[in-house]
């Protein structure tokens, strides 16, 4: 478990919206309790644990954050249920419910995360030692697939700039390429189905990696991740459709070059290496002006898919000036 929860809520029980809420509300009131207990604490620090966080990822108009569950758009969170039992990770199986039965093997202790490449020096980081290199933070993200269905989800973990600043990279680490664990045993759970070259990588240019937004994930619901949404660790990339967003990583690679990406190499045509998401950019296949939103009732699923996933203010400014239809 990531978080000091109150022992009055069973893990069992923060499956549900309500539940997530009581356990936030609860947990920012163990935070102010904390607070006003530690006599030599600075007020400035004092008032922001005990008033709701600045996000740097919400619109508030448009996304609930954790502390204000109503949205204007009447947004609400997917379910654990859905979230933990609808999920892409080919290295388990290619149907929606397989990681969820295939990837309890996925062997997440002891975890390692290997830097390497354009660096000062190649580092290992233990997960142990990534979960303390920066305290957590509660992020509600929209997660748009490809495949036009989409989750609005609650993870939990840290900014990956804070990462990064400790990796040193070299001023020639232009892109970050990130690399997901495979083993042989992949293949019999379900990774033999495909046509994929494992081990799954995906990339970002550095700018995108240092954005706040871009965030190095431990967990959702407030509790570990589960192994089928990419234990111990993943990236999560809420302007981008769900495949930039690499699981289950092992490998941290500092590049001067554009990195080979799992699903571009596959049909480059269909997934380009910025996938951001794009109403104006049709997949060759399918549109995706509209997505399907998983969970709720069938008439009130479909909703339009809003530029860069609604976090336009946050991202947009990194790609002025390029042509976003060439590169897609
Ligand atoms: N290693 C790995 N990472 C992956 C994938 C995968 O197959 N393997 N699928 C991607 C895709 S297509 C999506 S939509 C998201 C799904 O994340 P979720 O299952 O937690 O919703 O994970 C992405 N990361
Ligand atoms: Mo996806």
Redesign the pocket.
Known sequence: MLIAKPPDIPSSEITSRDAYFRYLNRRRFLKGAAAVGAAAMGADRLARLVSPRTTVHADPTKLQTVYSPLTTTGEQLTTFDD?TH??????FGVDKSD?AKNAGGLPTRPWTVKVEGKVAKPLTFSIDDLLKLHPLEDRVYR?R???AWS?V?PWVGYSLSEFIKQCNPLPSANYVQFL??YDRHVEKWGGAETSIVW??S?GLRMDEAMNPLTLLTFGLYGETLPN???APV?IVLPWK????????IVTVRFIDKQPPT??NEQAPNEYGFYSNVNPDVDHPRWSQKTERRIGLPFYAQRRTTLMFNGYTDQVASMYTGMNLRKYF
């Open positions: 979230i609808y999920n892409n990770f080919y290295e990681p997660h697939c490809v495949e989750m989800i997901s664990y081990p799954y995906e089928q949404d990419g993943r459709y769900g495949f930039k967003s690499a699981k289950s799992t699903w």
